[in-house]
């Protein structure tokens, strides 16, 4: 079975920093991207970074300049670095990956369980 589990997620005051990581595993022929969302109450799931292969990764506006997302390929890891947490940063933040399993014909979404990441004083 393919797992996408995230760690890091905490009570933060804001200005703060945390380090989200994800690990995937499972029988995987090959991963198409890894990225971030998260969901706040009362709001949709958003997108919060993503990397597609190898490009260039992609922010919310919201979080340009603030959060950073890196993946290791060999590893199949992903984390995002959030810096200069703000209060609506709180949310749920999800792990995500389009991928293609090694049985599979196709690619397919995966989600992690969710960590959940609050910003207060």
């Known amino acids: 079975q393919v797992q996408l589990v995230e760690s890091g997620g905490g009570l933060v005051q804001p200005g703060g920093s945390l380090k989200l990581s994800c690990v995937l595993s499972?029988?995987?022929?090959?991963?198409?991207?890894m990225g971030w969302y998260r969901q706040a109450p009362g709001k949709r799931r958003e997108l919060v970074a993503r990397?597609?292969?190898?490009?260039?990764?992609n922010y919310a506006d919201s979080v340009k300049g603030r959060f950073t997302i890196s993946r290791n390929n060999a590893k199949n890891t992903t984390e995002l670095q959030m810096d200069s947490l703000k209060v609506e940063d709180t949310a749920v933040y999800y792990c995500?990956?389009?991928?293609?399993?090694?049985?599979?014909?196709?690619?397919?979404?995966?989600w992690g369980q969710g960590t959940q990441v609050t910003v207060s004083s």
């Open positions: 995500h990956s389009y991928l293609h399993r090694l049985d599979n014909m196709r690619f397919e979404e995966y």
């Open positions: 990397i597609i292969g190898g490009g260039t990764p």
């Open positions: 499972g029988n995987i022929f090959s991963v198409n991207s």
